[in-house]
């Protein structure tokens, strides 16, 4: 599986694919800067979201390429004082552009999840994230999104994981969460669903991507 991570902020992280053209998603103009006379500016994102529903039911996740975007919430900065602010639209419209692989880190605060950038608190609750994307596969039963999960304190992990299990098995906005499955799986088993990926083995069972 390749993945396209699209910053829009920082045109030098763009990652290129090296898979055949017919597994590429459409372009995503939304995140793609030019400039002009020594200003970036960003053309209107298309919708572009549902090209995974074209593709075979047969067809394995590991031979996809998949656009993604990191630090995939950072448009919630306002003041960007560490350069940090690496998104410039929100979830839904990166989802409806093509984007199939969001990147969030993970805090507890009160027993509740929430979603930071890298080591930047912010005022979002996982469930809040989630509902994002739920909202968008609800729309597109035949997508799937992937989410990579780091955790913000390496020490909170059990706490952490213990939390995202019972939001998955509990919590209405969470049926769609899967946590066991492989490059090896197809995607006519996980249309609709939001695969969950581990950067730091977050989850037991969860796929491991660095």
Known sequence: MKFCFINPLESEDLETSSQPERLRPPAVPGFIPSVLCGHKFFKEYKKSGNFISELPDDRRIGELSIVGTRESISYLLIDDIENRKRQEINIKNQLDSGVHFLDITLYVDSGIIMVSIGDIYIDKAFGEFI?????????HRLELVMIKLKQMFSNSKPYVSDLINKFRENNNGGSRLVTNWGLNDTLGMHRGKI???????????CLHIN
């Open 195 to 205: 695969l969950l990926a581990s950067e730091d083995n977050l989850l037991n069972n």
């Open 131 to 139: 509902f994002d994307v739920n909202l968008f596969l609800s729309y």
